[in-house]
Each structure stands twice: as C-alpha cells, then as structure tokens.
C-alpha cells in the first residue's frame, strides 16, 4: 500500500501529519504537484513534480494508484477515479470517500459548479479547523491500522 498526496492544494499541516504517519508506520508516501513542494528527509517520503497544466497531478496520481493505495484529495473527481481503479480516498478534512457516497458528492459538486457558472456567489469552503485536522488524523490512523503491521522496531517489549 501507498500513500499518494495532491499536493498542490493540500495544507501544510495535513501535509505534516502525513509526513510523520510515513515514518511512523514506513510506508510509501509521495506528493504529487506541479510546484516544488519541501519535504523531509525520508526514505518513505518523495515528491514527483508533473508539468503545470490542468489536472496534471490528478492524471499522473491516477497513472499511477493502484488497488488498496491511498489518496489525500479534496478533488471529487479525482476521488472518483481512485474509487474506480479500488483504491481510496481521503480529503483533508477527515471525509473518506467511497463508492457508497461519492456519486452524491460529484452530484452536489456539479450543481455548484452549475451555480458559480451561471454567476451566483456560492462562496468557498471554510477553513480548515482544529476539529478537521483532528478527524483527519484520526481517520488516516484508523486506515493505517487497519492497512499495515506496526514495524517491529515500535513494538513494546
């Protein structure tokens, strides 16, 4: 299993949690972006930089995940097409996306995008709250746990 950041648009602080996670339970963690992006030195942590284009780093994060890995996006779409090829989502407020819920979120996002279109102010998402950070930490431990054995090294006794 791996980990696969759309980096461009995902909060530092998101991106620091995942960095540590990485470490924690040394597994494969990789920022997808169109933008150098700093990161720590790891063995577990790298950044690929695609070209800057629309969606790039969406089309080369889709080229790339394969069944079981997870993704940190906020963009449905892209969520989407993770769910598709079996792998997961998670966006930077602690939501999971799933094939029991996604097609209502690429629902929703299409109304509003039909809104904005059509000149109505539909305003932004807040910002990323304490709570939000918590709930994502909290679900990315959840998945982690689930997904992978705790190296022998962090083991009690």
């Not at 990161?39 to 080229?63: F, H, L, N, T, W």
């Not at 819920?101 to 904005?116: P, S, V, Y």
């Not at 997904?147 to 090294?153: D, E, I, K, L, N």
Request: hydrophobic share 40%; with cysteine; net charge neutral.
């Amino acid at each position: 299993m791996k980990i696969w950041v759309d980096a461009d648009a995902c909060p530092v602080v998101i991106k620091e949690i995942l960095f540590r996670a990485a470490d924690r339970t040394q597994v494969w963690l990789t920022l997808v972006t169109n933008q150098a992006v700093r990161v720590p030195p790891s063995r577990y942590i790298k950044m690929i930089q695609v070209e800057s284009g629309y969606d790039a780093a969406d089309y080369e994060i889709v080229k790339r995940v394969s069944a079981g890995d997870l993704v940190i996006t906020s963009d449905i779409p892209l969520a989407a097409e993770v769910i598709d090829k079996g792998g997961i989502a998670l966006n930077p407020r602690g939501e999971l996306y799933t094939a029991d819920n996604i097609k209502n979120r690429l629902t929703m996002r299409d109304f509003m995008d039909t809104l904005r279109f059509s000149g109505i102010d539909t305003g932004g998402p807040p910002a990323l709250s304490q709570g939000d950070r918590k709930a994502f930490a909290n679900q990315l431990d959840r998945y982690l746990s689930k997904h992978t054995a705790v190296p022998r090294s962090d083991r009690p006794g």
